[in-house]
């Protein structure tokens, strides 16, 4: 990033004040692909309490200035749109901040995770741990993986796009403060304002934000395990160790059982917002407004991770719009939180709708293992006759 640049962010962080009184937001658009690349003409929204506020849009060099009497907070929302990339929600403070858009990916189990952060400290990277592979600056590219963008100087982005997850294999995505790497009671991780967007097809599906007053310098942020589920660690400890030792750091946890005991300290306000969120999403989803369902059912899986039913709509609403990589990531995430008596109905829903969406990319063999485990939770005619169908396309 250009030093002009990285004084105008600086200089914006001073500009903001109370509700009430006109103030600033500036914001930088970057690719989250192509190093420094700035994004003109994206459309750029503060938004409050569900409504719109101010729109502006980002010019050559990817900037704009929003004039709003919205605090800084984060009861404000900031959304990011340009067609061909994914849209992009992220609670504020965003006076003086870099964010990337990600262009929409292809492949049915591609996935982009992009890291961006404030102006301290420096550098913080992004590591990815899977089987025979540790992905972060210094071995950019891996099996079906590789890390697009480094940043060494503040801000981000970061970005580690996987073009094809395999099926049956874990991952673990961590930050490193490789700034403050040998101070592992350091505060500033905590303090850095970091923010982790991961991207599956056109959809932004999840966002972390580091946990705050919390010592350390590595951030463990997810696991996505053997079936495809994401689940959340969001835990800050200390280490002092060099870069290429966080990837055998981080490799027991490809092994371990994650339970949600292991997520995030959901409290009963996160769940009581997620539900009334789900209950929007539900009223949208009646009124076929698929674009604002998908908003409120992500906003419900952010809130609380452990929403089953918001993941179930999630998975219905997506596959309704047409887009069948986010279905999947749904359908397999309600998979995983199916529990109580209507269980088996709901893991076999689950994965007849993952069998069909293979099934659709020419995938037999992988909607065969779905469709049989369909059958293997209920019998239905529906399940044996896919059984059938797909059976006879690999022979």
């Not at 309490?49 to 502006?56: D, I, P």
């Not at 972060?136 to 079906?144: A, V």
């Not at 997810?222 to 495809?228: D, H, L």
């Amino acid at each position: 990033m250009q030093n002009n640049m990285k004084s105008w962010l600086f200089l914006s962080l001073l500009l903001s004040s109370g509700y009430g009184v006109a103030t600033t937001t500036q914001v930088e658009i970057l690719s989250a692909v192509v190093k420094d690349a700035k994004i003109p003409d994206a459309q750029v929204t503060l938004q409050r309490n569900g409504e719109s506020a101010v729109k502006a849009s980002t010019n050559a060099q990817g900037q704009t200035i929003l004039e709003n009497t919205f605090p800084d907070t984060s009861d404000t929302l900031l959304i990011v749109k340009k067609s061909g990339y994914s849209n992009l929600v992220v609670k504020c403070p965003c006076n003086g901040m870099s964010y990337a858009l990600s262009p929409v990916l292809t492949g049915l189990d591609s996935m982009r995770v992009v890291l961006t952060w404030s102006a301290t400290p420096d550098d913080l990277d992004s590591h990815i741990v899977y089987q025979g592979n540790h992905l972060y600056y210094e071995h950019k590219e891996g099996d079906n993986g590789n890390l697009d963008v480094d940043d060494v100087d503040s801000y981000g982005p970061e970005t580690i796009t996987l073009t094809a997850r395999q099926n049956g294999q874990s991952y673990v995505y961590a930050i490193h403060d490789f700034s403050d790497r040998e101070m592992p009671n350091s505060t500033r991780l905590s303090e850095s304002q970091a923010k982790v967007f991961v991207y599956v097809g056109e959809s932004l599906v999840r966002t972390y934000y580091v946990p705050q007053e919390k010592r350390g310098n590595l951030w463990m942020v997810f696991k996505i395990t053997p079936s495809g589920e994401f689940v959340d660690i969001n835990q800050i400890e200390g280490v002092n160790m060099a870069s290429e030792n966080i990837g055998p750091h981080l490799s027991p946890a490809l092994a371990d059982v994650w339970t949600a005991s292991h997520n995030a300290a959901w409290t009963q306000q996160d769940i009581n917002v997620s539900r009334s969120l789900n209950l929007q999403g539900e009223a949208a989803y009646q009124r076929r407004d698929y674009d604002q369902a998908i908003d409120h059912f992500t906003a419900a899986v952010n809130a609380w991770a452990d929403n089953g039913k918001a993941y179930g709509n999630l998975g219905l609403v997506y596959q309704k719009a047409g887009r069948t990589a986010e279905a999947l990531w749904a359908n397999r995430k309600a998979l995983a939180l199916a529990s109580g008596a209507g269980a088996p109905t709901v893991r076999a829903g689950a994965n007849y709708n993952i069998g069909k969406i293979y099934e659709t990319a020419g995938d037999y063999q992988q909607a065969l293992t779905y469709y049989q485990a369909a059958r293997n939770e209920k019998a239905n005619t529906v399940y044996d006759n896919a059984i059938a169908r797909v059976q006879a396309l690999i022979h």
